[in-house]
C-alpha cells in the first residue's frame, strides 16, 4: 500500500509539474517571447586559390588569429614569373614594331612628297620640249621619251601614295601606347602579373583561422577551399521560434540574451533584424514529405535573425555554433513582421586585392617608357 501511495505521488508530481510549465508558456507571451533553440551564426570566410599551383608555404594553421592581408598560402611561382616574363618582352617588342610602323609612315609620307617633285619636274621637262619642238630643235622621238618619264613619274607618285595609305592606316588616330598591338600586349601584361601575384594567398579578412585542410607540397585548383577565417566581430544569433510564437515578433524588438559559455550573469543586449523566408524545415537540403498516410502534425519552428551589440561581443566573444537563451521583448509591436526594406547593415568588404591592376599598370608605364626610346613624340596622336 506505501509503495502504490509512493507511486501516486511520483505521478502526481510530474503532472503539478508538467501543468506549471504549460502555464509558465501560456503566461510568457504577455510580453515577451522565450526560446532555448538558439545559435550563433556568423561568417565563414573561405580561402580559395585564384589559379592553380602547388603549395610551397603554410603561414597559419587552426585556431590562430591573423590579420587582414596576411599572407597564408604560398603556391610555387616559376610558371608565373616564366609567364610574366613572356608578357614582358612581348609588350616590348610590341612597342618597337609599332614605333617602325610610325616610322614607316613617316617614310612614305616623305617619298610621296618626293615622288610630286620628280612628277612635276618631268611635267616641266615635257612642256619645254613641245615648245622645242615647234621651231624644230627637239625631235618626236625625245618627246616620247619625255612623255613617257612623266608617265613613269606619275606612276610612281600613285605607288608611293598607296604606300602611304597602307601604312597610314596602321597608325592613323593612334599612338604608340594606344596602339592596339600594344594595347593587347599590355591586356598580356597584366594577366601574367594579376596571375603571378595571385600565386600569394592572403587573409581577405581578419579573424580565427578554421577548417585548414591544405598540406605542403599538395596541387591545389583554383577554387579549392584550403581553409577558412571566421571574423569574430562578424557574429549574430539565429533564434527559431515556434509558429505560435512569431505573431508578436517584429523587426526592431529589443533582445536579452544569455551563452551557456558564460552562465547567466553575462547578458547580451541585441535586437530582431529580420525573419527568415521559411522554416527550417522547408528550407533545409532534404525537405520534409507529408504526403504519406502516416502524416502525425509537427509544430515548425522559423529563424529569427538577431544582432548583437558590438561592445559586449568584443568583451565576450562567442563561437559558432554555441548555444544561446534568448528572450525578446515584444511589447512594442509596431515594426513590420519581416524586413520589407533594403537593409541598412553594412556591407562586408574586403581591399586586400585592390591594388592587384595598380601594380600592374605601373610595370607597364615603366615597360614601354623603356622601349619609347629617344621618340617619345611618337606617343602623341597624330
Known amino acids: 500500500m506505501n509503495k502504490f501511495s509512493k507511486t501516486q505521488t511520483i505521478v502526481a508530481a ?7 510549465g504549460t502555464a509558465w508558456t501560456m503566461l510568457a507571451p504577455t510580453g515577451q517571447q522565450v526560446t532555448e533553440d538558439a545559435y550563433v551564426d556568423g561568417n565563414v570566410v573561405q580561402l580559395t586559390p585564384q589559379v592553380s599551383g602547388s603549395v610551397t608555404q603554410i603561414g597559419a594553421d587552426n585556431t590562430d588569429y591573423v590579420k587582414a592581408g596576411q599572407v597564408l598560402v604560398q603556391l610555387n611561382e616559376v610558371d608565373a614569373e616564366l609567364a610574366l616574363a613572356r608578357a614582358e618582352a612581348q609588350l616590348s617588342r610590341a612597342v618597337r614594331q609599332v614605333r617602325v610602323q610610325f616610322s614607316n609612315a613617316s617614310q612614305f609620307r616623305a617619298n610621296v612628297t618626293l615622288r610630286a617633285a620628280d612628277l612635276s619636274r618631268a611635267e616641266a621637262d615635257l612642256a619645254r620640249r613641245r615648245d622645242l619642238a615647234e621651231s624644230g630643235a627637239i625631235s618626236g622621238e625625245d618627246i616620247h621619251h619625255a612623255e613617257d618619264a612623266v608617265k613613269a613619274a606619275r606612276a610612281a607618285l600613285s605607288v608611293a601614295e598607296q604606300q602611304q595609305a597602307g601604312a597610314g592606316a596602321l597608325v592613323d588616330q593612334t599612338s604608340v601606347t594606344s596602339h592596339p598591338d600594344v ?7 597584366r594577366e601574367a602579373y594579376v596571375a603571378s601575384v595571385r600565386t600569394t594567398l592572403r587573409a581577405p ?6 577548417k585548414r585542410n591544405v598540406q605542403l607540397g599538395q596541387r591545389v585548383n583554383a577554387g579549392a577551399a584550403l581553409m577558412a577565417i571566421v571574423p569574430p566581430d562578424q557574429m549574430w544569433v539565429n533564434a527559431n521560434f515556434k509558429e505560435s510564437q512569431l505573431r508578436d515578433i517584429r523587426i526592431g524588438q529589443p533582445v536579452t540574451l544569455s551563452a551557456d559559455v558564460y552562465g547567466k550573469t553575462v547578458h547580451y543586449s541585441g535586437r530582431v533584424i529580420g525573419q527568415d523566408a521559411g522554416t527550417g524545415s522547408a528550407l533545409a537540403l532534404l525537405p520534409a514529405q ?23 561581443l568584443a568583451a565576450h566573444p562567442l563561437k559558432l555554433g554555441l548555444s544561446m537563451h ?15 526594406t533594403a537593409a541598412n547593415r553594412g556591407v562586408y568588404r574586403t581591399d586586400v586585392f585592390k591594388n592587384e591592376l595598380e601594380q600592374a599598370d605601373q610595370l607597364v608605364e615603366r615597360i614601354v617608357a623603356a622601349n619609347l626610346g629617344g621618340s617619345n613624340e611618337l606617343a602623341k596622336v597624330n
Open 14 to 20: 510530474a503532472l503539478l509539474v508538467g501543468a506549471a
Open 183 to 189: 594595347q593587347a600586349a599590355v591586356s598580356q601584361l
Open 205 to 210: 579578412v581578419s579573424g580565427l583561422v578554421t
Open 290 to 312: 507529408n504526403a504519406t498516410g502516416n502524416w502525425i502534425k509537427v509544430v515548425q519552428r522559423v529563424p529569427i535573425r538577431i544582432a548583437l551589440d558590438q561592445k559586449e
Open 326 to 340: 534568448v528572450v525578446v521583448d515584444t511589447g512594442d509591436r509596431s515594426g513590420a513582421v519581416a524586413m520589407n
